[in-house]
């Protein structure tokens, strides 16, 4: 059905739901416009963030916001749960930090129905600091929190290099990505396909990374549209230098899988790259050679905090890399056959979603 789908997955967000939730009360639609909010609660959320879902309700059009539970961990199975849930086929995916403005709905709706080719849609996102005032470096990484501009401007981005939309405020059509787990996609970073040692190492935001090359993949087109815009509330914990770092290491690790997707959902690549970007060793080589770039241009990089220091951050992330190729050796040829295998199909979306 026509319409928009909001899902919200979340996690012990008592704290920060009700805000989120507030703004999409205040959304500004037209009568005949059809949408719904989808909250989809990890069922060992242990705090009461289900009392205040049910708390909103009364806030809503009766039956439009609904409050779901997912028993299998990560964000990944609680996204799939909201697809398979969601009503209509304009779906937006809204972290519960996320403050949409008060036209997002609506925008969404316009977006998708004016561009008949796109398969997703990613907007942009402007800081609120819980104390106020963010770190001196933080605009030199705002793109680390989703925060600001994600391209130079808006239209079609699946041919660029990146080929990135945000995981904050992801809006993309039901029926691709339906299609998307009919040619055999699985998020490569659950614990099923894992195992509890490597899951606990890797950061959620990969999924994100992982949905944007398998829509490319199967002949979907990504756009950004600047005028889709949301708030994105950054709680002061996550404004430490210390967790910045952190947070590059854990970018490091999924950055191997994404490393994996990207080349094997390549059918342009020729046949001599594919065969090295298979290789376990190439990827170490190519690793290692960057942190001994890294390590030859800012020496201190590798020896101190040097906060605000972009190499600080890359020598992290390029040891998260190392880290986790150490721990898949032996297993990263059958993740990049996997998804070769995968995606090795004819175009799965319809055909004028394809179109450039």
Not at 20 to 27: C, E, G, I, P
Not at 199 to 224: H, K, M, N, Q, W
Not at 322 to 350: S, T, W
Request: hydrophobic share 40%; aromatic share 10%.
């Amino acid at each position: 059905m026509n319409g928009v789908s909001v899902v919200i997955c979340c996690f012990n967000s008592a704290a920060r739901l009700p805000e989120t939730l507030r703004h999409l009360t205040r959304q500004k639609t037209d009568a005949s416009l059809a949408w719904e909010v989808l909250v989809v609660l990890d069922a060992a959320t242990t705090d009461n963030s289900a009392q205040i879902i049910e708390s909103f309700k009364e806030q809503f059009a009766p039956g439009r916001l609904r409050l779901l539970y997912e028993r299998k961990r990560g964000h990944c199975n609680a996204r799939i749960t909201g697809v398979h849930e969601a009503r209509y086929e304009y779906l937006s995916f809204v972290d519960d930090d996320n403050w949409v403005a008060e036209d997002w709905v609506h925008l969404v709706y316009r977006s998708f129905s004016t561009l008949p080719n796109a398969a997703a849609l990613g907007g942009k996102g402007d800081a609120v600091f819980e104390n106020g005032t963010g770190p001196v470096w933080f605009n030199q990484f705002a793109g680390t929190y989703a925060v600001g501009a994600q391209y130079e401007k808006g239209g079609d981005i699946t041919d660029r290099p990146t080929c990135l939309l945000w995981g904050a405020g992801l809006c993309i059509r039901k029926s691709v990505f339906e299609a998307l787990l009919k040619s055999g996609f699985e998020f490569t970073c659950t614990e099923e396909r894992l195992g509890k040692e490597l899951f606990a190492l890797v950061p959620r935001p990969s999924e994100d990374t992982e949905l944007c090359y398998g829509i490319r993949a199967i002949g979907g087109r990504l756009f950004y549209v600047p005028e889709l815009t949301y708030k994105h509330f950054m709680t002061a914990g996550r404004l430490n230098w210390s967790w910045l770092r952190g947070k590059f290491t854990e970018h490091g690790r999924s950055g191997v899988f994404i490393q994996n997707l990207r080349v094997a959902t390549n059918r342009t690549l020729p046949a001599m790259e594919s065969t090295l970007e298979r290789s376990w060793l190439f990827q170490v080589a190519r690793a290692l050679r960057h942190l001994l770039k890294v390590a030859l241009r800012n020496p201190l990089s590798l020896m101190t905090e040097s906060e605000g220091s972009y190499d600080r951050l890359q020598t992290d992330s390029l040891i998260g890399q190392l880290q986790m190729l150490v721990r898949l050796r032996g297993r990263y040829a059958v993740f990049f056959d996997e998804n070769r295998a995968r995606y090795a199909k004819p175009q799965l979306v319809p055909s004028d979603l394809s179109k450039k």
